[in-house]
């Protein structure tokens, strides 16, 4: 279940403002929420009451060396915390990385990349803590596939390679569109494999800037930087004995594509500022949007590393390529996303027509997206056409007409940037992101809305 109306989240900020509005928004999302306007009330409430989720930010009083995430992580590490900061340092996000936080989010902060969010960490924090039951009739594979929903002969043939890569240690390399579901298949990998017990530990690679690469991956010894003032194990220690997730590795950057390859060759690293080399015990997934092959043969990425990381190769179908299972997602997603309470039963037959007839440029996170929207605005027991975004409702992307109203006029203006932008940035969504001033999430949000594909642009 990502949406309980029991499910308690802190929020912890200390703008009045920003704290109101976060609050109201996640209670209309259906989450019971408290407000803590800094850290120590935070720390009060944390001792005082349950919660399931922590969302706090960095630069508030009672946080000044991180108390907030230093403490919950020693004493409730079991809950999840996402930090948000208008103000970012480096040491700060080092720091917060490595206490194992379940996401960073840059304010201005978009509703929906904030719900996303939320129910991600969420839902990564319920399965890590629901034990795994071994070697039982109903462990079966399905059951294990946290929620991959899919039974076109595409997504059955993707099914199958899931199940054999779980059963082997080889690296897998998952392809696809953006939104197609290549996290949820290594975690689906991940959850099916013997390393279930151990952790799953995400790297996105575009969010990881380069300067920092070596400290958060291998870790660092006590003063080997400024900031550094503890010794810090790093995310491949932390996934000792697990499955490492290099999300985007095609936006890896050369020297960091030489470091991980001895990585993998090796299964050791040395910390920043340490001697000693460190073993461990990993196996890689990886994803990436971009044809690899091309980069590898324009010579942007590593031949060698290729190879080692593209073991096993899944291809994922995009959301058009898999008939009615976008009946079958739509439905799956109503469901796990409405409160209990809710009235909204189901689709109309037009907006069931609408998805089966729609492009979808942004995939299945695009229609998660939809239904939620169309959940948000459902007026009675059945989502309609005129719940839905205008995309989708007219099955083409919104145009500007000569007698366009100023919403129209804003959408186009916006469109139009980030055309530019992704022009400028030859498609590079980090770079993006960081010109734009938004978060990766908020991005991909408006790439989506207004169907562009930044692999167009490279
Ligand atoms: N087959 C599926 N069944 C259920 N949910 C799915 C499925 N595929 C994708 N989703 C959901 O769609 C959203 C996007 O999926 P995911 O993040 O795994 O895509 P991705 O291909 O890794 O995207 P990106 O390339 O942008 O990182 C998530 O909320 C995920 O849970």
Redesign the pocket.
Known sequence: MIVDRAVRILVADDEPLFLRTTVSLLEKAGFECRGAPHGHAALEMLQREKFDLILSDLDMPGNSQLEVLHRSRETWPDIPLVVITGAPSLPSAIESLRLGIADYLLKPVKYDDLL?VVR?ALTNSAANQTPVPKNTPADSARSKSI????ECPP?LAVREMIERSAASDANVLIT?P????????AESIHRQSRRSGRPFQVVDCTAIPESLFESVLFGHARGAFTGAVRDQPGLLLNADGGTVFL??IGELPAVQQAKLLRVIQTQSFTPVGMAQQRQVDVRFLC?T?VDLDAEVDAGRFRGDLFYRLAVIHIE?PSLKARGDDVVR?AE?FLVTLRPECSPVRGFSPEVIALFREYNWPG???EL?NAVERGHALCKGTAIVPEDLPPAIRERTPPSATSNESRAEALLEAEKHYLIGLLKEQKGNIAGCSRAAKVSRQCL?GLLVKHQLDPAEFR
């Open positions: 996303q991600k929620g991959l929903i899919g997504m696809g953006s939104g197609t579901g290549k996290e949820l298949v999300d985007e994803a949007n994922m997602l799956h995939n299945v996170r998660r991909h």
